[in-house]
């Protein structure tokens, strides 16, 4: 909520919307200054609205909310950037919509976090400019895991502490990072992982995306990373992501998809 003020001016992405009435919007936005808050924009569905065209997802706005009796109540609009390359096409409206997802399934309301805020942001851009989307996608992820708290060991086994060595290995989600082929073959819910899907990963958590993107994952590692990051964040969450299906769906109808026969995959 707005803390003590009745009014704050602050940056903010449009996650989400939901109609109300004849007229209004219910809109979950993530702050520059309030982390994720829902807000009702009043008659923004009115033929004349000024502010209709600045609060559709994934836009980058400048607004003005009050705090109204339940709710807060968005008074003012303008838009900074709307990122209209992100809704081309249906490939990039799934990448997008999966960002948007995943912050939204993991924040909390008035929780602020001003690097997830900016991360988005960076993400957006770096998926409008970059030659290999999933690239963008996994290095996001990696991101979003450390400001969650939840970045996965991949140094040392979480089990036994060794190092892990040059070898292909396993991962378990409940452990929270990769384990050695001595404890992980046996135990239950780990996953193998190839050395070189490690190797990327590794490099995604300690890199500036610069350093990250001179990475050139063959298709069949990144259909395993993609898998794998999708398996541990579900587990983090304890649901399914809506988004993944709709991308999987797409791919399929176009036959790009290397991982569909694969359940796992994005």
Do not use: W
């Not at 799934?94 to 948007?100: K, L, R, T």
């Not at 929270?176 to 590794?202: D, E, T, W």
């Amino acid at each position: 909520m707005v803390s003590r003020e009745r009014t704050l001016r602050t940056d903010a992405l449009v996650l989400r919307h939901m109609e109300i009435g004849e007229a209004d919007r219910l809109l979950t936005l993530f702050t520059e200054k309030q982390g994720k808050v829902r807000a009702i924009a009043k008659g923004v569905r009115k033929l004349h609205s000024r502010k209709a065209g600045h609060l559709e997802p994934f836009t980058h706005v400048h607004i003005q909310l009050a705090r109204g009796r339940n709710l807060l109540i968005l008074t003012q609009a303008e838009t900074i950037e709307a990122f209209p390359e992100l809704r081309e096409n249906l490939e990039s409206l799934g990448q997008a919509s999966y960002v948007i997802e995943l912050v939204d399934r993991f924040t909390f309301e008035g929780e602020e976090n001003l690097p997830i805020f900016r991360l988005v942001i960076h993400t957006f851009h770096r998926l409008q400019a970059a030659p290999d989307p999933a690239l963008v996608l996994r290095y996001f992820e990696m991101r979003l895991l450390d400001q969650l708290g939840f970045r996965p060991e991949l140094q040392h086994c979480v089990n036994c502490e060794r190092p892990i060595a040059a070898e292909d290995q396993y991962f378990s989600a409940d452990h929270g990072g990769v384990l050695c082929p001595r404890c992980g073959a046996n135990l239950p819910g780990a996953r193998p992982i190839s050395m070189h899907a490690l190797r990327y990963l590794r490099h995604f958590q300690r890199s500036s995306f610069e350093q990250a993107r001179i990475a050139e994952p063959s298709a069949a590692i990144h259909t395993e990373l993609e898998i794998l990051m999708h398996h541990y964040l579900t587990f983090l969450l304890e649901r399914s992501l809506n988004t993944p299906a709709f991308m999987r769906k797409m791919r399929r109808e176009l036959n790009q998809d290397p991982a569909s026969s694969g359940s796992g995959s994005l």
